[in-house]
């Protein structure tokens, strides 16, 4: 077949070929997946999908200034394309401890379950990938993520004033509340609970501010059909009162997590507009 090959956009100097020896010679071994004989069969399948072709830590692990993996912090949370791919080791705050084996299979099967909802980057992850798995994979996922511990939970829930929590409930009564909840509930697969979300409470708010800017679509499989979607507001909300109802919901119904500045929300804002 004749096949327009497409240019290599890549800048200077990721664009030289040879560049890539030198980046393997620092991050990477090229060693197979060797299984750890203390662990049952079950949990190094989880390890190998996981660590392996499920590529989880590709998005949920921090990296280094290189683009590599930083290994001491494995699916700790990370960045990126204006998402936050949030921690998913088994910590209690930040990460799965609150969802139980099933919550997470469901949630990696159909892209919902009571906790989240599945959008951006990971609806892309579960539509052409997790959904597809065998439910034993998936067993084994969960059992794998639910042994991984990490202390990321130590993100420091700052009081926020108290003038910005009766404005920011102000706003979340006008804004966020008839889908949501007045007590952050939210109502079964068609709008996320936001009290004891995980996402909600990350160190970075970044999804947060993304979400309200720029509304979203959640994930679509044959399992969830409905596909249930955000508006934006972005038209309707200024920086600061994006930021006042993000520390809102942050910081009520059991939620404790760092305050949310206008700053935060103008340089997502920024990055949404280019
Ligand atoms: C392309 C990037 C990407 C890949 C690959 C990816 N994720 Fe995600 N993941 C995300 C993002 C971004 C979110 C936040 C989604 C949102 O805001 O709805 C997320 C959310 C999640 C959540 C929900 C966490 C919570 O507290 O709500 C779980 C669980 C999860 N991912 C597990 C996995 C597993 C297991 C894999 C590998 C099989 C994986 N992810 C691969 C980007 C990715
Ligand atoms: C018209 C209904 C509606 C309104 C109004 C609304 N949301 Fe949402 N929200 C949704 C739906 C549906 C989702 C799931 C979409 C997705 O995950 O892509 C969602 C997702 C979220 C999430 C991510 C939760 C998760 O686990 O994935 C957060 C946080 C959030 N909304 C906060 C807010 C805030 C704050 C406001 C007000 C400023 C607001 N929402 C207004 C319907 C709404």
Not at 240 to 250: F, G, K, P, Q, S
Request: with cysteine; proline share 5%.
């Amino acid at each position: 077949v004749s096949n327009k090959v497409e240019a290599n956009q890549l800048p200077f100097p990721l664009n030289i070929r040879l560049s890539m020896w030198g980046w393997n010679l620092l991050n990477f071994s090229e060693t197979a997946f060797t299984p750890d004989p203390s662990k049952s069969a079950e949990w190094n399948r989880g390890a190998y999908i996981v660590q392996g072709p499920g590529h989880c830590g590709t998005c949920h692990t921090p990296k280094s200034f290189l683009g590599a993996d930083k290994d001491s912090v494995f699916l700790q949370g990370a960045s990126l394309q204006g998402w936050f791919a949030p921690d998913i080791t088994n910590n209690a705050q930040s990460g799965l401890g609150k969802w139980s084996e099933d919550d997470l299979i469901q949630y990696l099967k159909t892209g919902v379950n009571a906790h989240s909802i599945a959008s951006g980057p990971m609806a892309e992850a579960v539509e052409n990938s997790t959904s597809k798995m065998t439910d034993a994979d998936l067993k084994a996922v969960a059992v794998y993520l639910k042994s991984l511990g990490s202390d990321t939970g130590a993100s420091q829930p700052a009081k926020p004033d108290q003038a910005r929590m009766v404005t920011g409930e102000a706003i979340y009564r006008d804004n966020c509340s008839a889908c949501h909840g007045g007590d952050g509930a939210g109502a079964g697969a068609l709008f996320p609970s936001l009290a004891g979300n995980a996402l909600v409470a990350q160190g970075s708010s970044e999804t947060l501010s993304r979400l309200v800017l720029a509304g979203s679509q959640a994930v679509h499989t044959t399992h969830a059909p409905t596909s249930p979607a955000m508006p934006s507001l972005a038209w309707r909300l200024k920086d600061r009162e994006i930021a006042d109802v993000l520390t809102y919901i942050r910081n009520s119904w059991g939620n404790a997590a760092p305050v949310v500045s206008a700053d935060d929300v103008a340089s997502v804002r920024k990055e949404l507009m280019q």
